[in-house]
């Protein structure tokens, strides 16, 4: 062993124990004489606050979250829309998908000196709001822990300013206040110093008003209902009844942690999420079409002959290619097609068609299924199991019988001489 090798190890379990027990920092830029809550009336003129409210809710990214979630019966929930730092801020205001954000809102609140971004969605559905345990019950936790942060290894970054832009607010609203918690405690950041202290500002909602907030603080969106709301009305309720603002968070981060960051990263639609399926399902029967073709003309190799070589790798990837693509598609739409008739089952389980709960039900009925299809396979595979376990039963008693015949036998020869002797004596 050379004498650096030691030396080279116990530097290197040096370095592991210490970033092991490293404990991450909070960093933040706060200024705390600056006020934990700013509120703006009429933050944009009436035309163009119309414009941007109507294109916002007919976004792909607000149909794609919020019909899930009226269907789930979810309350309020904040989506992560977009992140990005500095150089990546021109592109996020060339997005063809955000760019309608950009010039209203993202670059009229945007602070000098932050450097990363963070762009959410609230979305939330009037609920039995005179049934929540009081008029400040909300639904969704604390925002300020919860959902995407910029982070890495060693620190955990507080925004500097969070601004909230009220997009639509039902007209007949009770309830609905935005909660501003202040954090009383800027050695330990947690959510229980803020719910401790309670509610620091409560404010109405209302259409076209900017909330900015000192970035340290804690906010959540009180539940809320509407005139007239019917029982049971998640699956019909008006989209006029749905709440939706805007929450774009701002950081200031160090040049030790700047290069962390992501440049730009936006939603997309669920059809990109589809495309490593296809390639790599082209690529793997390509690859098999490729093998199969070279292997049936390698003989035409032997004799100097590689066009037909070259003819059958060209149909070899092309059939493989083909048939990965169908292998791609029939899975993905069989998978979508599964869940799609799970869904439903659950729908209708939920539509008063179960037994004792609705829980129960499905419990219940995986439970049934999982049964039955293990007795079927017990079923199906009853010969060769069954075979299996008289074989082993067989050549068991076979092994016991041949050591009885043995041991008889045995018995046999040493008891022979003795008789023999007798006789000869007599």
Same mark, same amino acid.
């Given at each position: 062993?050379?004498?650096?090798?030691?030396?080279?190890?116990?530097?290197?379990?040096?370095?592991?124990?210490?970033?092991?027990?490293?404990?991450? #920092?909070? #960093?933040?830029?706060?200024?705390?004489?600056?006020?934990?809550?700013?509120?703006?009336?009429? /933050?944009?003129?009436?035309?163009?606050?119309?414009?941007?409210?109507?294109?916002?809710?007919?976004?792909? /990214?607000?149909?794609?979250?919020? *019909?899930? #979630?009226?269907?789930?019966?979810?309350?309020?929930?904040?989506?992560?829309?977009?992140?990005?730092?500095?150089?990546?801020?021109?592109?996020?205001?060339?997005?063809?998908?955000?760019?309608?954000?950009?010039?209203?809102?993202?670059?009229?609140?945007?602070?000098?000196?932050?450097?990363?971004?963070?762009?959410?969605?609230?979305?939330?559905?009037? *609920?039995?709001?005179?049934?929540?345990?009081?008029?400040?019950y909300s639904s969704l936790p604390l925002q300020g822990e919860d959902g995407p942060k910029i982070e890495d290894r060693y620190n955990r970054w507080v925004p500097k300013t969070v601004n909230i832009l009220d997009l639509h607010v039902p007209t007949s609203v009770q309830g609905g206040q935005l909660q501003v918690f202040e954090d009383t405690n800027d050695q330990d950041r947690d959510i229980s110093h803020a719910n401790r202290a309670g509610p620091a500002r409560i404010e109405l909602p209302a259409r076209n008003t900017l909330h900015t907030l000192r970035g340290d603080t804690y906010y959540t969106f009180a539940d809320y209902t509407v005139d007239g709301l019917a029982d049971g009305a998640w699956h019909d309720m008006p989209r006029e009844h749905m709440r939706l603002s805007i929450v774009f968070e701002q950081y200031v981060i160090n040049n030790e942690s700047y290069h962390g960051t992501s440049e730009y990263r936006v939603w997309k639609y669920h059809v990109d999420e589809e495309k490593p399926i296809y390639a790599f399902g082209v690529v793997l029967w390509a690859?098999?079409?490729?093998?199969?073709?070279?292997?049936?003309? *390698?003989?035409?190799?032997?004799?100097g002959n590689f066009v037909p070589v070259i003819w059958g790798l060209i149909l070899g990837v092309a059939g493989g290619g083909a048939i990965g693509l169908t292998m791609s598609f029939c899975s993905i739409e069989g998978f979508k097609a599964a869940w799609s008739?799970?869904?439903?089952?659950?729908?209708?389980?939920?539509?008063?068609?179960?037994?004792?709960?609705?829980?129960?039900?499905?419990?219940?009925?995986?439970?049934?299924?999982?049964?039955?299809?293990?007795?079927?396979?017990?079923?199906l595979f009853r010969k060769p199991l069954l075979m299996g376990q008289r074989s082993e039963a067989f050549l068991t008693l076979q092994e016991g019988v041949s050591g009885m015949v043995m041991g008889e036998k045995l018995a046999a020869v040493g008891d022979a001489p003795s008789s023999g002797a007798g006789k000869k004596a007599q």
């Open positions: 062993m050379q004498p650096w090798q030691p030396l080279f190890f116990m530097a290197l379990a040096v370095y592991v124990m210490k970033d092991m027990w490293t404990n991450v #920092q909070v #960093q933040h830029v706060i200024d705390y004489d600056d006020p934990i809550y700013r509120r703006k009336d009429n /933050f944009l003129s009436a035309e163009t606050f119309d414009d941007v409210a109507a294109m916002a809710a007919q976004h792909p /990214f607000v149909s794609n979250w919020t *019909s899930p #979630q009226q269907h789930a019966a979810m309350v309020a929930m904040v989506h992560s829309w977009a992140h990005c730092n500095a150089n990546g801020f021109y592109k996020l205001c060339q997005s063809s998908d955000i760019r309608f954000l950009c010039e209203p809102f993202l670059k009229k609140v945007r602070e000098n000196g932050t450097n990363a971004f963070v762009l959410k969605l609230f979305a939330g559905f009037a *609920s039995d709001y005179h049934a929540a345990p009081s008029y400040f690859v098999m079409g490729a093998f199969i073709g070279v292997s049936v003309k *390698s003989h035409h190799m032997e004799e008739l799970l869904y439903k089952i659950g729908e209708f389980i939920y539509d008063d068609h179960y037994f004792l709960s609705p829980e129960f039900t499905i419990w219940f009925s995986l439970t049934g299924t999982c049964a039955l299809a293990f007795t079927g396979l017990v079923w």
